[in-house]
């Protein structure tokens, strides 16, 4: 991974001045001065995020952004409802003036929703956080949570709409945001059975799933306040009720993968191993075994269960442990659930977890023995027409059939190379399922010498020389594979 390396920023008054310098000095129009100074500043290297680069400021000395002037009414309205103290209205002084106290809470509200709705929009969203949205969110999340909790959810909504960027991270990070957004999803734990508060705290788990994607910085943080904890007692909650809705589920699913993901590529080195290993620990990997029954087939959220469950068994142990819970019969399940009912999304992830399962030597001949390269290839053909999911199921194969002889003659058997040649021919532009075919090719060839001819009658050598000649990924791969066929030329 790279190094982090902060871009350079401006002033909203160094851009005006550049696009007021090219009109004046070299008299461009508006349009032609604002497009000229974009152009030169993004030479330069500099994040012009947050600032208004449309031009409607310049030459107006009165003109605030419609976005600015609302965060300004906002931070008005949540003026009114702080104490000396620095506190909120708390019951005591609503109960002596309620109309006066409504009033006042109505207003904020009104001015958040009006914030949340400009903010839509991603350039409205970076110029908010530039004034203060971030720390403004939170603010109203303080004052407003006391007084009605759908109100606090809209504060946390707006925050979603502001974090998906790295200044707003940033800002986040620095204002307390983190210990707020769990300090949120455990009010579930007080009132399980508050149909506000879960919804609360669904939105809190989405905020830690939005902030810490692509950020090691916030998964530390998270983790060193005890997010680990926090999220598998949120998701045995919801394990545990046979009623629970998805989406509960499916903020759970997206913050743990969030936090066990090694995606931030401005650092050199990431936690997210140890993460997963401390979340799986806890039970988390338990709790999913628990909702899978109920909830594995409903769409999307299968797709979604796939995918945090190969975030988190990253070790062998993990893996067999799945396996011996019942984990790998279900996901055989998935194999079949995913031919009667097309999702390639479903499909792919079902893939891509059987893959990460299969690196344990112990589960791989499980799944051999289940009948599982057969499902596998029929899945495949089920897909002829998806790259990607195919991708993923030659990963499969060539994962099982690695240093296994047994495995690569059944692989045959089940008809793995007439599926690689039908598919290589008809996704000659799928460079990412071609290289994997190739693999997978290979791996069925180099302990095999019996399979070989199959493979050249099959019509694979000019595929795969296609392949490794179009595609500079697909080289090393292809001319490996052209080794072990047999073959002398194939470099």
């Known amino acids: 991974m790279a190094p982090s390396i902060k871009k350079m920023t401006i002033s909203q008054e160094s851009f005006d001045a550049a696009v007021k310098e090219n009109m004046d000095d070299f008299d461009m129009d508006l349009e032609e001065a604002v497009q000229d100074a974009v152009q030169a500043f993004k030479i330069q290297g500099v994040d012009l995020s947050g600032i208004i680069i449309d031009g409607s400021n310049i030459g107006k000395a009165d003109y605030v952004h419609p976005v600015v002037e609302a965060l300004k009414k906002l931070d008005e309205s949540l003026l009114c409802l702080r104490l000396e103290n620095g506190s909120y209205l708390d019951w005591e002084i609503r109960h002596s003036e309620p109309e006066k106290v409504q009033t006042l809470f109505e207003t904020a509200v009104e001015a958040l929703e009006k914030v949340a709705e400009l903010c839509k929009g991603p350039e409205n969203a970076q110029i908010a956080v530039k004034h203060g949205v971030v720390e403004a969110s939170l603010q109203s999340y303080h004052a407003l949570k006391s007084y009605r909790t759908t109100w606090a959810s809209l504060a946390l909504r707006l925050l979603l709409s502001v974090i998906a960027e790295e200044p707003g991270k940033e800002v986040f990070l620095n204002s307390n945001g983190p210990q707020v957004v769990l300090e949120a999803i455990a009010l579930e734990d007080k009132e399980p059975y508050d149909t506000m508060i879960r919804e609360l705290s669904c939105t809190a788990a989405n905020v830690i799933a939005v902030a810490t994607t692509k950020n090691e910085k916030l998964k530390e943080c998270f983790m060193d306040l005890g997010a680990d904890r926090t999220l598998v007692t949120y998701l045995k909650f919801h394990a545990e009720e046979m009623g629970s809705d998805g989406a509960a589920l499916q903020a759970a699913c997206d913050a743990i993968r969030s936090m066990t993901v090694a995606d931030d590529d401005r650092v050199p080195t990431s936690n997210a191993f140890r993460n997963a290993m401390k979340i799986a620990k806890l039970g988390a990997i338990d709790a999913f075994l628990e909702i899978m029954p109920q909830k594995a087939k409903t769409i999307p959220l299968l797709a ?64 051999v023995k289940m009948d599982g390269l057969k499902k596998i290839i029929r899945v495949m053909q089920s897909y002829n027409e998806e790259p990607s999911v195919l991708q993923e199921g030659f990963a499969v194969v060539t994962t099982l059939t690695l240093r296994s002889p047994l495995h690569a003659t059944k692989a045959v058997e089940a008809g793995a190379l007439d599926l690689a040649a039908e598919m290589m021919e008809a996704h000659s532009n799928a460079p990412q399922m071609l290289r994997q075919a190739c693999q997978m090719v290979r791996n069925l060839n180099v302990r095999n010498p019996e399979n070989r001819p199959i493979t050249l009658e099959k019509g694979l050598e000019p595929l795969i020389r296609r392949a490794k000649d179009t595609y500079s990924i697909c080289n090393d791969v292809g001319s490996a594979a052209l080794r072990d066929m047999g073959l002398d030329d194939y470099l």
């Open 304 to 367: 979604s269960l796939c995918f945090t469950l190969k975030s988190l068994c990253v070790n062998d142990e993990l893996c067999k442990h799945f396996a011996e819970e019942g984990g790998l019969d279900m996901v055989i399940d998935f194999l079949d659930y995913a031919c009667k009912y097309p999702n390639k999304i479903a499909a792919r992830q079902s893939f891509a977890l059987l893959c990460q399962l299969a690196g344990s030597d112990a589960n791989k001949e499980a799944i």
